[in-house]
């Protein structure tokens, strides 16, 4: 059973850091990717910037510049370096998890971690 547990999350200023951190277990098949996706209030998820066990990123331009997003590929964990934060970045920020096993592919979600910016 794959879980996903996420931390970091919290309150901050406008142009404050933040680091958020998901650890997944259970993962048996190979990582294809790693993650983040957030949701604010009457929005729809978006990605904001995912990894893969190579170190190919690939970010939202919303955050590029501001938003650095690695992978710990022995503790099939990845991370979020959130830097410059805007009130706009306020959202519950989700972890997701992509696996691959031959043409099959597996899709995890982590329960969420809020981030509030203040301005």
């Known amino acids: 059973q794959v879980q996903l547990v996420e931390s970091g999350g919290g309150l901050v200023q406008a142009g404050g850091s933040l680091r958020l951190s998901c650890a997944a277990s259970g993962i048996i098949y190979s990582i294809d990717y790693m993650g983040w996706y957030r949701q604010a209030p009457g929005k729809q998820r978006e990605l904001v910037a995912s990894?893969?066990?190579?170190?190919?990123?690939n970010y939202a331009d919303s955050v590029k510049g501001r938003f650095t997003i690695s992978i710990d590929n022995a503790k099939n964990t990845v991370y979020l370096q959130m830097n410059g934060l805007k009130p706009e970045d306020t959202a519950v920020y989700y972890c997701?998890?992509?696996?691959?096993?031959?043409?099959?592919?597996?899709?995890?979600w982590g329960q969420g971690t809020q981030v509030t910016v203040s301005s």
């Open positions: 997701n998890v992509r696996t691959k096993y031959g043409a099959a592919y597996g899709n995890y």
């Open positions: 990894i893969t066990p190579l170190g190919s990123t």
